[in-house]
């Protein structure tokens, strides 16, 4: 409401009123004293410090950045999390979720995380932010599961955040209150930082059960041995070797090379940004495992999520299981 309310002066002022009986009635709460008194008021000022946060962003001349309103977001319910099935190539069912952030900016409008993780990471947001990210994870994976739609969710943890020790340690208590399976993902750069810190953590997931997604592979500059090194069960081949699969000579054979690759290590693999019909036609014949795509699905919100999987039952809709085309392709089985 204020949104739309704090555009101009004008509005301002019965803005300013609002405050100005918002803190007299606080003020009054106190006076009465006694807990309940002490109670409003505390409700009373937290609505002024959030009212407050929120007149200093429409505050005529006040440039403000991404980054000064990245502390606030998630006090300000800014940030809410979508999810996007993953689809089990060989039954075609729906087998979990991966698990995007996004800001819904007062003023900027939607901003997807390419916009903001790096600014957190930089402006030390970044353990608060994925704290949140991992608790309303468990708060819409316990009432999917309520919905009949028991999942695994995967939540995308920052590499800066896998050395620090203290974040393991709250992560690992967090996920043992989980109804379902958690699964971290994780970017090589993890192993760039600080590879005892970030193994060390790795290794504390694993075995207490969280299963851990190698995200992205193939974009950076990830070696064998890394690949060796990591306790791993799940590898996401990244988007740029899928979205040309069937149009380019060599993706197919990195993408084929890199399915037995991960399966002679015995981990699963994801295809990620699956947007056509006969790029999920030939991941199937090269035997991926899980496939990940606007072909599939968008992310989405729970609701959305919910619906989705009542209407198609678990599985995934109108995506034919055999294409003609496959037969033409030429690459082998
Ligand atoms: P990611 O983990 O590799 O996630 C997959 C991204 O590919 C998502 O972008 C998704 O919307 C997009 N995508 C999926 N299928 C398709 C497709 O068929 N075509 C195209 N063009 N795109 C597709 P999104 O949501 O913008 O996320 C970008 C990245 O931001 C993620 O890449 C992840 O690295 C990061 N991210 C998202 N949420 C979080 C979070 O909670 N914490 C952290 N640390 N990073 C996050
Ligand atoms: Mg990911
Ligand atoms: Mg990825």
């Given at each position: 409401m204020f949104t739309t309310l704090l555009i101009s002066r004008g509005v301002f002022l019965i803005d300013a009123s609002i405050i100005i009986s918002v803190a007299a009635a606080a003020l009054a709460a106190m006076a009465v004293g006694g807990w309940v008194g002490a109670t409003l008021a505390g409700r009373w000022s937290n609505g002024l410090a959030t009212l407050r946060r929120r007149i200093a962003r429409h505050?005529?001349?006040?440039?403000?950045t991404l980054a000064d309103d990245l502390s606030a977001a998630v006090l300000d319910r800014e940030m809410f999390i979508t999810h996007q099935p993953k689809l089990r190539a060989r039954s075609g069912t729906i087998e979990g979720v991966e698990v995007l952030l996004r800001w819904q900016h007062p003023t900027r409008g939607l901003i997807g995380p390419n916009d903001f993780i790096s600014l957190a990471e930089e402006r030390g947001e970044i353990r608060r932010l994925t704290e949140w990210v991992v608790r309303q994870t468990l708060v819409e994976q316990r009432l999917l599961a309520e919905a009949g739609h028991l999942m695994a969710f995967n939540i995308n943890i920052s590499a800066?955040?896998?050395?620090e020790r203290d974040f393991s340690e709250w992560a690992l208590a967090t996920v043992a209150e989980a109804c379902g399976p958690i699964g971290f993902e994780i970017t090589e750069t993890a192993m760039i930082a600080d590879p005892e810190g970030a193994l060390r953590s790795l290794h504390l997931f694993a075995d207490a059960g969280i299963k851990i997604a190698i995200d992205d592979?193939?974009?950076?500059?990830?070696?064998l041995a890394y690949l060796k090194q990591l306790p791993a069960h799940e590898l996401k081949i990244d988007r740029m070797f899928i979205s040309s699969l069937s149009s380019s000579h060599r993706d197919p054979l990195l993408v084929r090379s890199t399915i037995d690759l991960a399966h002679a290590l015995d981990m699963e693999v994801t295809a990620e940004g699956v947007d056509s019909p006969a790029s999920q036609a030939l991941l199937k014949v090269m035997g991926c495992d899980l496939m990940q795509g606007f072909l599939i699905a968008k992310p989405m919100r729970l609701g959305e999520l919910r619906a989705y999987l009542d209407l198609n039952d678990g599985k995934a809709p109108?995506?034919?299981?055999?294409?003609?085309?496959i037969e033409k392709s030429s690459i082998r089985t």
């Open positions: 505050l005529p001349g006040a440039e403000r800066r955040l896998l050395a592979y193939g974009a950076g500059l990830s070696s109108n995506i034919p299981n055999e294409f003609n085309w």
